[in-house]
């Protein structure tokens, strides 16, 4: 991240929170970017973004034409840095099997987030179908940790888009979804494997997140099972 006056290659606009622009901030730091987050004032800024929403990325100059590459949405956004910082395979059956884990997380996200507002009924439900995905995950991720079990990492022998938007998942739940239920993160823990546990704790020792964590902290203090 850009620590001094010269001006960034990269702006990341978000919320100061560990929620949809988290595996962003993770690629960017681990790829060294010279890069900035700015916090826009909300929702006094939203007319000014490019469909009103957060995250925005800014490219400075990158058009063909000098000016900047603006691009929104969380997903694309990402996919577009993976790329760019070649934390992504190149060929597309691989790429493919590591942006699935991805979309998968937001179905989980978003089943939590969707009972927070749901009637009584319905928030049995959905809790119950956030509970299913999330099993799943976690078993489809134990599995990757153990059949790579030579390497920190859940594909491969370095460091992926796939185990930088898994650890953006945990960090999600853990240090954003308990800001809006509490028992949210306790209930995560006990379901973690020993394997995850393993793997998260690679992920906080990680040298190349080690900027970014040394301002927003590790996931450590939150797996303890209580």
Known sequence: MTTDNAAPSYI????????LAETSRL?????????????????????????????VLIEKGAEDDGSDFVLSES??????????????????????????????????????FVSLKSSEAAREEMLENFNEMLDKIIELQTNLVRNNARSNYLFGSSLSYADMVTYAFYRLLFMY????????GPHVASKLTPEIKTFLGNMDAEPMFEKH????GCLAPYLATK
């Open 75 to 112: 997903a694309t956004i990402e996919r577009y840095l993976a790329r760019t910082f070649g934390f992504i395979p190149t060929d597309l059956k691989q790429a493919a099997r590591q942006e699935q884990f991805r979309d998968q997380h937001i179905d989980i996200i978003t089943a939590f």
């Open 12 to 19: 990341l606009r978000y919320f100061p929170v560990a929620a």
């Open 27 to 55: 690629l960017l730091t681990a790829a060294k970017a010279d890069w900035k987050e700015e916090n826009p004032e909300w929702p006094a800024e939203k007319p000014n973004q490019p469909f009103g929403r957060l995250p």
């Open 213 to 216: 964590l040394s301002s927003s």
């Open 177 to 184: 979804a308990v800001t809006h239920q509490a028992a949210i």
